[in-house]
T-cell receptor, first 113, second 113 residues
Framework: AQSVTQPDIHITVSEGASLELRCNYS??????LFWYVQSPGQGLQLLLK??????LVQGIKGFEAEFKRSQSSFNLRKPSVHWSDAAEYFC???????????FGQGTELSVKP | EAGVAQSPRYKIIEKRQSVAFWCNPI?????LYWYQQILGQGPKLLIQ????????DSQLPKDRFSAERLKGVDSTLKIQPAKLEDSAVYLC???????????FGPGTRLLVL
């Protein structure tokens, strides 16, 4: 079965602290992996994506993610969180030539001053 | 470059009424998607169009939901009659033909009373 699991529903970090959001997936074929961010009342903005090559990918806003095939994981990281990073983050998996994206349930990030 | 446009942004209706949402994709994007995002969940695909043809509508509740993309550009999603459980955000996304990256609109937030 194709699925994406984000184990953490809600995470709170202090501004300036590091962040790691977890994502595990189950997918039959070689997938594309994505991280999207959704601010309140907004659509989804693509942070980064991975298909092949270097397993550490860089995205916008200082985010990066690491693909680990052996663990079926694609965790999102940021070295120093800013208050403006507070939002909901979605991990997704999809086919390599376009098609249905399967999303996790999301992780809500709160940032403490 | 203009993004994906959706309207209306918000809609409140009573159960058993009908409602329609409109989406205009990014210019040149052949593929258009409608996703349903229920509160606390990740988006789930309802229907995928390639130009004006349906590629995947396996998750569309066809007894009450319909969608069309007559000229291969903008699209309309309709619900008739609406049920309480249809309260959700309806997201439209588009991509280039065969491309893996989907670009999302701001969504239409529907509340069914």
């Amino acid at each position: 079965a194709q699925s994406v699991t984000q184990p953490d529903i809600h995470i709170t970090v202090s501004e300036g602290a590091s962040l790691e959001l977890r994502c595990n997936y189950s997918y039959g074929a070689t997938p594309y992996l994505f991280w999207y961010v959704q601010s309140p009342g907004q659509g989804l903005q693509l942070l980064l994506k991975y298909f092949s090559g270097d397993t550490l990918v860089q995205g916008i806003k200082g985010f990066e993610a690491e693909f680990k095939r052996s663990q079926s994981s694609f965790n999102l990281r940021k070295p120093s969180v800013h208050w403006s990073d507070a939002a909901e983050y979605f991990c997704a998996v999809g086919p390599n030539q376009g098609g249905k994206l399967i999303f996790g349930q999301g992780t809500e990030l709160s940032v403490k001053p | 470059e203009a993004g994906v446009a959706q309207s209306p942004r918000y809609k409140i209706i009573e159960k058993r009424q009908s409602v329609a949402f409109w989406c205009n994709p990014i210019s040149g994007h052949a593929t258009l998607y409608w996703y349903q995002q229920i509160l606390g969940q990740g988006p789930k695909l309802l229907i995928q169009f390639q130009n004006n043809g349906v590629v995947d509508d396996s998750q569309l509740p066809k007894d009450r939901f319909s969608a069309e993309r007559l000229k291969g550009v903008d699209s309309t999603l309709k619900i008739q009659p609406a049920k309480l459980e249809d309260s959700a955000v309806y997201l439209c996304a588009s991509s280039l033909w065969g491309a893996e990256t989907q670009y999302f609109g701001p969504g239409t937030r529907l509340l069914v009373l």
